[in-house]
């Protein structure tokens, strides 16, 4: 599986980004899919996950209410959508498929990171 993220760069605080993760070598529609981040220094840390049928949606406390995740499995693609972006939303984001929990260590398959600098 290999997993390609794109849509990052830099915005100022208050605006949006969307993030894709495109999927090749394996169909999404036979896993879960998350978003994690890491901020310079700092642990990965869980963003938000959706699965197999996107029935099932969480986020991390600090992402309620501004972000979306969201998926296409006929485009094999994973998205998420980020509004009110904030200075401490600045991070590599990254992909991961084959899990259902927010823990990273949990996940067999990342994307390469998009990076996401929000300015104040």
């Known amino acids: 599986v290999q997993l390609v993220e794109s849509g990052g760069g830099l915005v100022q605080a208050g605006g949006s980004l969307r993030l894709s993760c495109a999927a090749s070598g394996y169909s999404i529609s036979n896993v879960n899919m998350a978003w994690f981040r890491q901020a310079p220094g700092k642990e990965r840390e869980f963003v938000s996950k959706i699965s197999r049928s996107g029935s099932m949606i969480s986020y991390t406390d600090s992402v309620k209410g501004r972000f979306t995740i969201s998926r296409d499995n006929a485009k094999n693609t994973v998205y998420l959508e980020m509004n009110s972006l904030k200075p401490e939303d600045t991070a590599v984001y990254y992909c991961?498929?084959?899990?259902?929990?927010?823990?990273?260590?949990?996940?067999?398959?990342w994307g390469q990171g998009t990076q996401v600098t929000v300015s104040s």
């Open positions: 991961a498929a084959g899990s259902s929990s927010w823990r990273a260590d949990n996940y067999d398959y």
